[in-house]
């Protein structure tokens, strides 16, 4: 345990803080940090360097400078001939793009092979007036930009991925430059800038272009402030003054917790936290670390070294070798200080013994029996924050030890999990990926943002690797990590095989039926201008509805449509015709349709509901006579004036005679004579007449009594001699001309029988009419028509005559209310069951 906690310092009577060699840089020799400007990405990214101009250093080579792009491990991963304005500031994003901010306010993002990405500009004020600082910082919503302008303004960018940019309001007093400054994004999503101007303290808002000073209490004498540090929660600040006393307190300056003089004769390099519990006050060679309780330790570098903080801790990047330092997390400490009692320290030394198969292991486990529980916890703990594999391995073995005897008290999710945890962060923390995350720094990014790091550092395999480890859900695993491969196939496969080749590859990579998605590795073979590998690696996509618009974006409309048929959504095929309306012509749309009878049908549709296109093209593409006439009938009634409407149903004469449908053809023909006749009688009538039927017209007629205009309609329309007697009853009865009824009865037999004038009769509550026809009607209707008009006992006389039971029966049930009739029936039934008694009586 000695050798565990060598490089332990500790920071007053509790704290510990430890600094480990993460690795040993592959540049030894060919970097000299006191000569750059260094950026590094946060959790565990690349380091960025680029000649620092303010410096004379010997040069190889005259011209612009080149940005060289370091993995954390010292290997050159990338370089940028900068060909741009003068470099103010290197910065990294959240998401490990290199931004290079330039004078005339224009940033330029690269990724970390230096590919260019995008650019954008911090306002015209910036540009005319120049840059003179620059510092990138993270939100909540990403990455943002503070820029200084040569008259000491300052401008904001909330999100680089969406540059809004905002002025703050300018620095009150002296028009001189600040001594130093820092921005803040606080919980309250608000961007804030500290500035120091000499003595003086200002907090710049732009939300509400609001100025406050700020006055620490600083006892040392001093003429300005010249470096300022945030901690990661924004509750407390670090103020260095030229006199080299260093001032901890409060962010809102109103506290101050200690005030040391740290004695730096030299310009400070860099002053910054380690998570926050420690400001670091780096010297070159030389780090000071002080606590707000003004407990410090010093730290000897082998050479000049760059600090970049991180949430848990600091990274220290020197010509040799990159480092950590870190708080000793509490567990840690627990376990490995030098005479520890804690439960997860005996549980270590009764793994050891027990290890070594010694009896003694037992006794140590009685000792912390009634505190096992919290040993294994503090055990798997401690070995997610461990670096190095063997002393992980050795507290995981304590912890399965103590789980032995705990059955399940303790979760075994905790234990699976953080073996889960441990075998991916030595993975990535190998110097061939090197991407030195932490423990907390890996549960701040999530599994889904360590996969998004691996693909952008084309580590496909082990991506792969870690989602199966994982079990990830599709939408965050394997798929899209091959997605990601192939599209970056395609963008570096250009010119180097033909487009069937790379498509054969990539599919046999992926496989046909995976749940790739094909679409989006055909969009970045659009964008590549490689549109025959994009047509042919949508041939294995098999999702129509991601297929079919981009098929269309590459102008392969027949490919789309067939597709869409073959999907059998109608919704992909009216969208692919809508598409096609757009683009085509008319000729070649309507011959390209009519080769997919479905597709017609519901183009037809379509026209119809959306009056999208002209059906009548479709049909005399077709010859279809009859559907064009029956379109032309349609239109007709569309039609406000009435020539309008004859001529279109002349059209529709022509059109079905074409089609051979005669009795169509007659029947549009006897409505266009119709319609010319109602348009006559309105006009004689003064009420509305045109589109009412023939039988209405015709009634109408009757009502007016007008028997000539009614005998012309007759002869000119051929109307049966059936359907005008039914017309004439109805009409009579529903005028209450009873007496023409009685004369149109005796005029001669009726072809449509007398049932249908008792119909009418009853129907208008005159039984009396009714009686008078009702000798007429059908012998086999009788009795049925007697029961309607409720003349129950002639109709029983009537069904006794017949001898006919089953009416008697049928009589009685519709007259059970009536008790006299129903007895009367009963009777009459009785006779006819017993024929011989009723003889008797006689």
């Known amino acids: 345990?000695?050798?565990?906690?060598?490089?332990?310092?500790?920071?007053?009577?509790?704290?510990?803080?430890?600094?480990?060699?993460?690795?040993?840089?592959?540049?030894?020799?060919?970097?000299?940090?006191?000569?750059?400007?260094?950026?590094?990405?946060?959790?565990?990214?690349?380091?960025?360097?680029?000649?620092?101009?303010?410096?004379?250093?010997?040069?190889?080579?005259?011209?612009?400078?080149?940005?060289?792009?370091?993995?954390?491990?010292?290997?050159?991963?990338?370089t940028i001939k900068w060909g741009g304005g003068k470099i103010i500031g290197l910065g990294w994003s959240a998401s490990e793009e290199l931004l290079c901010i330039q004078d005339d306010g224009s940033v330029s993002i690269y990724d970390i092979f230096g590919t260019y990405q995008n650019s954008f500009q911090m306002g015209q004020?910036?540009?005319?007036?120049?840059?003179?600082?620059?510092?990138?910082?993270?939100?909540?919503?990403?990455?943002?930009?503070?820029?200084?302008?040569?008259?000491?303004r300052f401008f904001v960018?909330?999100?680089?991925?969406?540059?809004?940019?905002?002025?703050?309001?300018?620095?009150?007093?002296?028009?001189?430059?600040?001594?130093?400054?820092?921005?803040?994004?606080?919980?309250?999503?608000?961007?804030?800038?500290?500035?120091?101007?000499?003595?003086?303290?200002?907090?710049?808002?732009?939300?509400?272009?609001?100025?406050?000073?700020?006055?620490?209490?600083?006892?040392?004498?001093?003429?300005?402030?010249?470096?300022?540090?945030?901690?990661?929660?924004?509750k407390l600040v670090a103020l260095l003054t030229d006199a080299g006393v260093i001032w901890i307190g409060s962010s809102d300056f109103r506290r101050k917790f200690c005030e040391h003089d740290a004695q730096c004769m030299s310009p400070a390099v860099q002053l910054v936290w380690c998570g926050s519990g420690a400001v670091v006050l780096n010297l070159g060679?030389?780090?000071?670390?002080?606590?707000?309780?003004?407990?410090?330790?010093?730290?000897?570098?082998?050479?000049?070294?760059?600090?970049c903080p991180e949430v848990d801790g600091l990274r220290i990047i020197t010509n040799n070798s990159h480092e950590f330092l870190q708080k000793v997390p509490l567990p840690n400490q627990e376990i490995f200080r030098i005479g520890s009692m804690s439960p997860g320290a005996i549980l270590v030394e009764a793994s050891r013994e027990f290890q070594k198969r010694s009896h003694r292991a037992e006794e140590y486990i009685r000792l912390v029996r009634n505190q096992l529980e919290q040993a294994v916890t503090q055990c798997i703990q401690a070995a997610g924050n461990e670096w190095q594999p063997n002393v992980q391995k050795m507290l995981l073995r304590a912890a399965q030890l103590g789980k032995s005897f705990l059955f399940d008290k303790v979760d075994p999710e905790l234990f699976v999990g953080i073996c889960q945890t441990l075998r991916i962060l030595n993975a990535v923390r190998n110097y061939k990926i090197a991407l030195p995350l932490t423990f907390e720094q890996y549960e701040q990014l999530g599994k889904t943002g360590l996969l998004n790091r691996l693909i952008l550092r084309r580590q496909y395999s082990i991506a792969i690797q870690i989602c199966q480890h994982l079990q990830m859900s599709e939408a965050d695993g394997i798929p899209r990590v091959l997605t990601e491969w192939a599209c970056y196939k395609i963008k570096h496969g250009v010119g180097?095989?033909?487009?069937?080749?790379?498509?054969?590859?990539?599919?046999?990579?992926?496989?046909?039926?995976?749940?790739?998605?094909?679409?989006?590795?055909?969009?970045?073979?659009?964008?590549?201008?490689?549109?025959?590998?994009?047509?042919?690696?949508?041939d294995f996509e098999h999702r129509a509805s991601e297929q079919i618009p981009l098929l269309l974006k590459l102008h392969q409309e027949p490919q789309a449509l067939t597709k869409a048929v073959e999907s059998g959504d109608p919704n992909l095929i009216y969208y692919v015709l809508v598409e096609m309306k757009e683009s085509y012509s008319a000729d070649k749309f309507y011959m390209t349709i009519r080769h997919y009878p479905s597709v017609n049908a519901l183009y037809a549709k379509l026209c119809r509901t959306v009056q999208m296109g002209s059906l009548e093209q479709i049909y005399e593409q077709e010859d279809n006579f009859n559907a064009q006439a029956i379109l032309s009938?349609?239109?007709?009634?569309?039609?406000?004036?009435?020539?309008?409407?004859?001529?279109?149903?002349?059209?529709?004469?022509?059109?079905?005679r074409?089609?051979?449908?005669?009795?169509?053809?007659?029947?549009?023909?006897?409505?266009v004579k119709l319609l010319k006749i109602q348009s006559g009688y309105e006009t004689k009538f003064g009420c509305p007449v045109i589109d009412v039927s023939l039988n209405d017209t015709l009634k109408l007629l009757m009502r007016r009594r007008d028997l000539k205009e009614t005998e012309e309609m007759v002869k000119k329309f051929k109307v049966p001699e059936r359907r005008l007697w039914w017309l004439k009853v109805t009409t009579f009865a529903e005028i209450g001309d009873w007496i023409e009824l009685e004369k149109l009865s005796r005029a001669k037999k009726s072809p449509i029988g007398y049932e249908p004038f008792v119909d009418v009769c009853l129907q208008f509550n005159n039984l009396t009419e009714a009686q008078r026809y009702l000798p007429?009607?059908?012998?086999?209707?009788?009795?049925?028509?007697?029961?309607?008009?409720?003349?129950?006992?002639?109709?029983?006389?009537?069904?006794?005559?017949?001898?006919?039971?089953?009416?008697?029966?049928?009589?009685?049930?519709?007259?059970?209310?009536?008790?006299?009739?129903?007895?009367?029936?009963?009777a009459l039934i009785a006779k006819l069951a017993n024929p011989s008694e009723g003889q008797n009586k006689r």
């Open 633 to 656: 009938v349609k239109d007709s009634y569309r039609a406000q004036k009435l020539e309008n409407r004859s001529a279109m149903l002349t059209s529709a004469v022509k059109q079905y």
């Open 125 to 152: 004020e910036a540009k005319e007036m120049k840059i003179i600082d620059a510092r990138p910082f993270p939100t909540t919503s990403g990455t943002g930009l503070v820029v200084l302008t040569t008259n000491f």
């Open 496 to 538: 180097k095989m033909d487009a069937e080749q790379l498509a054969n590859e990539i599919s046999a990579k992926l496989g046909t039926g995976s749940k790739v998605s094909y679409s989006s590795i055909a969009l970045k073979a659009i964008e590549c201008k490689q549109e025959k590998l994009a047509i042919r690696l949508l």
């Open 776 to 826: 007429k009607v059908e012998e086999h209707l009788t009795i049925k028509y007697y029961v309607k008009a409720k003349l129950y006992t002639e109709a029983a006389q009537i069904a006794f005559q017949h001898k006919d039971t089953e009416a008697l029966h049928y009589i009685q049930s519709r007259c059970s209310s009536n008790r006299d009739t129903v007895d009367m029936i009963n």
């Open 285 to 307: 060679s030389v780090l000071l670390v002080l606590s707000p309780n003004r407990d410090n330790f010093t730290l000897i570098l082998d050479s000049t070294s760059h600090v």
């Open 658 to 671: 074409q089609a051979k449908a005669e009795i169509a053809a007659c029947l549009t023909e006897d409505q």
């Open 1 to 78: 345990m000695a050798l565990l906690t060598a490089d332990w310092n500790p920071l007053g009577r509790d704290a510990y803080y430890r600094k480990f060699e993460i690795y040993s840089m592959e540049w030894v020799d060919k970097i000299n940090l006191q000569e750059l400007k260094v950026a590094v990405a946060p959790s565990g990214g690349p380091i960025a360097v680029v000649r620092d101009e303010t410096k004379f250093t010997p040069v190889q080579t005259s011209g612009k400078p080149i940005i060289f792009i370091f993995s954390p491990s010292g290997e050159l991963k990338s």
């Open 157 to 234: 960018v909330n999100n680089i991925k969406d540059p809004r940019i905002r002025k703050f309001p300018d620095i009150p007093g002296v028009n001189i430059a600040p001594s130093c400054w820092t921005a803040i994004h606080g919980d309250d999503r608000q961007t804030k800038v500290i500035v120091a101007k000499e003595k003086d303290i200002y907090l710049l808002d732009y939300s509400e272009q609001h100025v406050a000073q700020r006055m620490p209490d600083i006892s040392h004498h001093h003429l300005s402030i010249v470096a300022i540090a945030v901690s990661p929660c924004s």
